[in-house]
Nanobody, 124 residues
Framework: VQLQASGGGLVQAGGSLRLSCTAS???????????MGWFRQAPGKEREFVAAINWSGGNTKYVDSVKGRFTISRDNAGNTVWLRMNSLKPEDTAVYYC???????????????WGQGTLVTVSS
């Protein structure tokens, strides 16, 4: 499955952004079976887990630093997953990647398909 992430940009601290990730290619009957995740990589740092949502949308998990501020959601009919980011902080600045996994996981190695990334910059 091919993933295309979008929605990044420059925002002031305290602001909001919504990232989107749309799947294409041979997605029929497959997107809805995947866990979808968002990861991010800040300058000079390793890529880290941000959020994941299981195939049905009934289960979600977040890294502690974004709990209460970020919300992951999905629309299986539209092959899309979103990451709503509120109360953004300068430390949220990173390239954000969406990814697909056959497991409900926060571990990068469990994800087999990755989008190209979208840059989020939060100014102070």
């Amino acid at each position: 499955v091919q993933l295309q992430a979008s929605g990044g940009g420059l925002v002031q601290a305290g602001g909001s952004l919504r990232l989107s990730c749309t799947a294409s290619g041979r997605t029929f009957s497959t997107f809805s079976s995947y866990t979808m995740g968002w990861f991010r990589q800040a300058p000079g740092k390793e890529r880290e887990f941000v959020a994941a949502i299981n195939w049905s949308g009934g289960n979600t998990k977040y890294v502690d630093s974004v709990k209460g501020r970020f919300t992951i959601s999905r629309d299986n009919a539209g092959n899309t997953v979103w990451l709503r980011m509120n109360s953004l902080k300068p430390e949220d600045t990173a390239v954000y990647y969406c990814a697909a996994s056959g497991r409900y996981s926060a571990i990068q190695n469990d994800y087999h398909s990755w989008g190209q990334g979208t840059l989020v910059t939060v100014s102070s």
